[in-house]
């Protein structure tokens, strides 16, 4: 007997849970920031005992409550991940976590984001994405499978079609060793390379390495403030030796390492993270799907869904071409690319970027002029 789904009373052709979970870089981060900062705060609060005029029980309650929201943030989007389950049926494809459920319909499914494990290449997180109509109605319905193995075999059953076998490595195996069945590569390119692409061009990026050179002169600052108290305390009869002086030399040092890492992170991310990455994307078209890969991270579109391109002058050069999709009852420029928010256009991100005069044309003649590309297989219906 065929299982059934018990919501739509539809056949289920796959379930499966997480492989392994790890946590958002965004968690991480914060949970990092956070300890930091109840480090800083009990070192602080230590060396504030010794002085019997400064209370220190604020900064006590701070650094519990520092810690307490670190662990919270690092474990508890793992914990609910890790409690989810993913069923695929005739139509639609279902996360539920307890009694809680969220569905999209299959046909539905603008495109598709693979996100590859840094440890585990068989590993990833699988987001499926419906973009609907811009304007008044503008919307995005995001559905994430996450942690699961081989999420390029799962997207594969989603769209009803049948993935070449023996090619598990998932993303150490480059995306055109992993197409369907009877799919080839048609056209294939990269974004051009500038030194343009180091300029903060973009108010986003223009405001993160302002705000990398703000934590830098903070940094530099808390070092003169520091020496200047120490000198103070050494001065009224403090010891080096003394418990007081070691925690507040203590907090004063990690204060200012987190700071510079601060900076730098928002530096890299401000000016030198676009070109690195850069390095690393490339665009492929077959005869089934358009696939754009980033790093870890792919795109799958399916070709029927494009019905159209427009391009115009590049921020950094070339030319920046966006893919027009269309679906049930919405048609749109692909709402912030698939790989963060809008850059260099609002409410927008280019799908391709940097694109030469002689690539944009040889990419809308493979889209648009050529043989009509074949459909994946419909979904199965009940």
């Known amino acids: 007997m065929i299982p059934r789904d018990s919501l739509y009373a539809e056949r289920i052709h796959w379930t499966g849970a997480p492989t392994r979970v790890v946590a958002a870089p965004l968690h991480r981060s914060m949970a990092w920031l956070l300890s930091g900062m109840s480090v800083i705060a009990t070192l602080f609060a230590i060396a504030g005992s010794q002085v019997q005029s400064v209370g220190t029980g604020k900064l006590v309650l701070f650094a519990a409550w520092t810690a307490t929201f670190a662990l919270l943030v690092r474990t508890l989007p793992v914990w609910w991940a890790q409690a989810a389950r993913f069923t695929v049926t005739d139509r639609h494809v279902i996360w539920q976590s307890g009694h809680f459920k969220r569905t999209v319909q299959r046909k539905g499914i603008s495109f598709a984001r693979i996100t590859w494990h840094r440890r585990n290449p068989r590993v990833g997180d699988l987001d499926l994405v419906r973009a609907v109509p811009t304007g008044a109605l503008h919307r995005r319905l995001t559905l994430t499978l996450q942690g699961i193995g081989s999420p390029h075999r799962v997207w594969s059953i989603v769209r009803g079609a049948q993935a070449v076998t023996g090619q598990s490595d998932g993303g150490n195996v480059p995306p055109e060793q992993r197409l369907d069945e009877g799919e080839a590569v048609q056209w294939q390119a990269a974004p051009q390379r500038s030194w343009r692409t180091v300029l903060p061009l973009t108010t986003r990026r223009t405001l993160t390495t302002a705000l990398g ?46 700071l510079v890492l601060l900076g730098v992170w928002f ?47 590049g921020l950094y050069g070339g030319h920046d ?24 256009v609002r409410g927008f991100r280019p799908m391709l970027q940097a694109m030469t005069a002689e690539q944009v044309q040889s990419l809308r003649a493979a889209l648009f002029e050529s043989t009509t590309p074949s459909s994946p297989q419909a979904p199965p219906q009940s």
């Open 321 to 344: 071409v966006y893919l027009i999709l269309d679906g049930p009852q919405s048609r749109a420029l692909s709402a912030q690319g698939a790989f963060g928010p809008a850059e260099g």
């Open 213 to 258: 050179v703000l934590c830098l002169m903070m940094g530099v600052r808390t070092i003169f403030v520091g020496a200047s108290t120490i000198g103070r305390l050494l001065e009224a009869g403090l010891s080096w030796g003394s418990l007081g002086l070691l925690s507040l030399l203590g907090g004063i040092g990690l204060t200012v390492v987190m």
């Open 267 to 313: 530096l890299h991310v401000g000016m030198t993270r676009k070109p690195w990455m850069d390095t690393k994307t490339r665009y492929l078209l077959t005869n089934q799907r358009f696939i754009m890969v980033r790093g870890r991270q792919e795109l799958h579109i399916h070709r029927a869904a494009i019905v159209d391109m427009a391009d115009r002058k």
